[in-house]
Structures are given as C-alpha cells and as structure tokens.
C-alpha cells in the first residue's frame, strides 16, 4: 500500500493499464453486502483504507453502493492479483515458477509480477519457464471459465505418481492433451510403466525419450527413492486390472502374484489396490464401452456370422492355448498375433471373431488382456463351440 504509486506506474508504463487516480492495489471486502469484487480502495492513511462498493466496477457483479473505511488487514482485504503473485513468492522463497503462455506474453501479466518484485519487494524474481495448455477434452483448462473441476477430477483420479509423469514426460512448450473419457488413462499408465521399466535397466519396445531414469525419478513423489529400485517394482497393467476388475470371483491379488511370479511386496500390494481403485472409478465414470465386459453363458447368437476362416482360426487359437498354456496378457496377445498370422487371417478379422465368440459384439478391449482375464476353461470352451460350424448358438446371457 505505502508503494501503490510504483505499483500504479508499473501498471501503465509495464502493460498499458490504467487505473483511476488514487487506485490502490487491494480488494476489500465490503461490510455492507459481503462482496470483494465490486470495491475500489482509495485513501490508505497508513491504518485504513476507504472504499466505494461500485455498482458498475465490474460485469459480472453489481456492487451496492456502500462507501467506508476499513482496516484492510485481519482478512479484510486481499491484494490485487499481480502483487499478491509476487509477494508470494519472496514470502515463500521461490526460485523458480512457470507459468502458462498467455500469462508470459509480453506486457503481460507475468511482466507486471516481475516488475513488481523487483521495484516494489526489491527481490529478483523467479525464474520463468513458461509452459503450454492443458487441454481438457480437446478445451483449454481454465479455473476462471469453469473448467477447474476437471483438474480437480484428474487429481482425485491418477495416483500422484502418474500425475506428476503426466506433466514431466514432455517439455514444458508442448500442450497436454488429457481425455478422462477416452484411452488417456490406461494409455498413461501404460506409458508410465513403460518408463519405470527402462528406468531399471530393463528393455522396452519402442523408443524412449532422452534421460528416461530422470523422467522416472522426478514422477516419484519421494525425492530420495531409488528410481532403479522402484522401477523394477511389479505394476500390474491398467487395462488388466480394469478387465479383472469386471470379472466376478476373481482374486486379483494372487492373479497378479501368479503374473509376477512371486508373492507382492508391501509397496506392490499397495500400488495394487490404488490401481484397482482407479480402474472401478474409471470404469464406473469415464471408460468408453469398448473397455467394459459382460461375457455370456452361452454362445452369443452373434458368433452364428462368423466366417469359415474366422471359425477355423478359433479351433487353431484353441489348440494354441492348450499347447502353450498363456497366463499374461502380452502372451495372450502374442499368441493371438501369431495363430491369424499362421492361418492367413487379417488381424482385424481375428479380433472381430474373438470378440463376437465372447462378448457378442464385433470389439472391445485389448483381446489378450481379456482372455488373461478370463477362466481358462470358459475360454476353451467358447473358442472351440465358435469355432465349430455345427455348434448352435445361444442367446446371450450375462455370466455369474
């Protein structure tokens, strides 16, 4: 308040903005109606400030006209947003704060926020890195157009390891593109497990960015984890646990100690259940169709179109599955992949025909991962009566 003068000259000579003479740089909140928005603070005398609550200072709210003085600390006031910014941060000692690209732009309002520290706090400011949107949906994110929730939402769902990979994984100059409603959630995770791998030293398909280790370190939220260690923890895949998740009488814990090989450790068990959680929740708000199940009894009448080549494909599949006895999704997959590839079926036609054998329905999720879900028995079964030109089909009925 005593530097409202310089902060007032910032203003106009940093941005252009002009404010009306005698403008200080504080909201008050007005004793009269309550509101902070509508007040102009005039006349500070080093103990209290005067307002007017204007009837038309702003927009999108209607001041009641109430003119006094008030004291404007013990939570009567709060500081404009630019200063407040830079109080901030020599209150909390910050070296370092990026900030979106339009608040970067020149004259802006980080602009302003840096000249006020150093004029008005007499401390350089932090170190600017200013970053792309998050997109939401395909929408910028924005807290002021209603649009917070959705980063309130993503918060309360990612484990914050895997919100903390969301943002670290790229350079800061490249937007974010974040769909709850679509593959980004178990396309994340996968990615994230992808990177804790080769932060092990183990190998993974694909290419890696630069320095996957430092990626993988800075996403765990302890600082002094080792990220060798940690990387070659056990995490179950996403879009397993999301099928086993849908699948009645399934013991995912010891499921998922069979894929590992080996009983879970504390901290596996714990990423576990968090990533189960997530999966329900997912499943239960966000998740396309094609991610949820309900396989049948009996043989769906779907499978009654299926193609000879298609039904002579599922009589090798099974033959394959009681020949190599797959347990993992990836070996499901493989194996999939393989036996269209031996019987001169294209991929596309071979998913079809497991997916109408299963599900009634011509797609749905990763197939391996599905059958991996899946009782062995069941799947057998039901590949072998697709697979047969004489088996009668059923209506579908949910399984129990």
Known sequence: LDHAATILEIYATVSTVCHRAGWLPVH???????????TLATEWDGREVGYACLPDLVAWAHGCGNR???????????????VEWAARWGILGVTIEGCGKDLATAGGSRDRSDAVSRQVFEREPPRNVPYEFLNIGGKKMSTSKGKGASAHVMAELLPSEVLRFLFLRHKPRRALEFDPEGDTVPGLFDEFDRIAA???????????PPDPQRIFRASLVDALADPVAEGGRFRPAFRHLALLAQVPGVDVPATMAAEKGGELDDVERSILEERTNVARVWLGTFAPDRYR???????????????????????????????????AGDAWQDLIFRTAKAQGVPS?????????ALLGRPNGPRAGWLLASLDRDLVLVRLRQAGSVAQAVAPAGPTT
């Open 68 to 82: 006094g003085r008030v004291s404007p600390f013990g939570g009567n006031s709060k500081l404009v947003w630019n």
């Open 348 to 356: 596309p036609e071979a998913f079809t025909a497991l997916y109408l």
């Open 198 to 208: 080769a932060a092990a030293g183990r190998p993974v398909r694909g290419e890696l």
């Open 28 to 38: 008050v909140i007005c004793e009269a109606c309550g509101r902070i928005g509508t």
């Open 293 to 327: 199940i309900e396989v049948s009894e009996a043989l769906p009448e779907e499978a009654a179109g299926l193609a000879d080549e298609q039904r002579a494909y599922l009589s090798a599949l099974a033959e394959g599955v009681e020949g190599e006895s797959p347990t």
